[in-house]
T-cell receptor, first 109, second 112 residues
Framework: DAKTTQPNSMESNEEEPVHLPCNHSTISGTDYIHWYRQLPSQGPEYVIHGLTSNVNNRMASLAIAEDRKSSTLILHRATLRDAAVYYC??????????WGAGTKLIIKP | DAGVIQSPRHEVTEMGQEVTLRCKPI?????LFWYRQTMMRGLELLIYFNNNVPIDDSGMPEDRFSAKMPNASFSTLKIQPSEPRDSAVYFCASSTLRNTIYFGEGSWLTVV
């Protein structure tokens, strides 16, 4: 199964953009890249996913490198409510998502 | 729309007792997952059902753990007998095949 690598934690100021990196050098050609986040005391929630081209939704943008070996989740204007653990995930066998430790995002007011 | 519903939200039980966690997936979803989350091990997949059939239970820790899905709208995760090391948050999640996974709010289990 392909594996992802993320920084353990990142800090950002409120109302500034945040770029969360993820490396997935062993990704296969058909693997979608998924991002979820987990707010304190809640279950993980879906953020965004993509295959090759950049993706946007109301929550975030996903920039995927041309070789697909890395991607970046972009929060355009972080708020205190965006403080969470962000997971970059690839599917494993049987389409089970393989969860790593994620990046703890700290937002400073 | 109702999301994934789990019960109980919190349970404190004594070592050796049986624990049953319940899950109602989102209507129309044919995949159901049970996860366990601890500080030490993070989020671990315990078992995955598709169309009520267990597809992969390789994450189930040992024989003390069992999971059933008698119909498309209900699943249980049972621990018998429970041990302190089973203390964790247990999440149920559901999806349609290959699509977004939706998680419940979790069942917070403490075994003393």
């Amino acid at each position: 199964d392909a594996k992802t690598t993320q920084p353990n934690s990142m800090e950002s100021n409120e109302e500034e953009p945040v770029h969360l990196p993820c490396n997935h050098s062993t990704i296969s050609g058909t693997d979608y890249i998924h991002w979820y986040r987990q707010l304190p005391s809640q279950g993980p929630e879906y953020v965004i996913h993509g295959l090759t081209s950049n993706v946007n939704n109301r929550m975030a943008s996903l920039a995927i490198a041309e070789d697909r070996k890395s991607s970046t989740l972009i929060l355009h204007r972080a708020t205190l409510r965006d403080a969470a653990v962000y997971y970059c995930i690839l599917p494993g066998s049987n389409y089970q998502l393989i969860w790593g430790a994620g990046t703890k995002l700290i937002i400073k007011p | 729309d109702a999301g994934v519903i789990q019960s109980p939200r919190h349970e404190v039980t004594e070592m050796g007792q049986e624990v049953t966690l319940r899950c109602k997936p989102i209507s129309g979803h044919n995949s159901l997952f049970w996860y366990r989350q601890t500080m030490m091990r993070g989020l671990e997949l315990l078992i995955y059902f598709n169309n009520n059939v267990p597809i992969d239970d390789s994450g189930m820790p040992e024989d003390r753990f069992s999971a059933k899905m008698p119909n498309a709208s209900f699943s249980t995760l049972k621990i018998q007998p429970s041990e302190p090391r089973d203390s964790a948050v247990y999440f149920c999640a559901s999806s349609t095949l290959r699509n977004t996974i939706y998680f419940g709010e979790g069942s917070w289990l403490t075994v003393v």
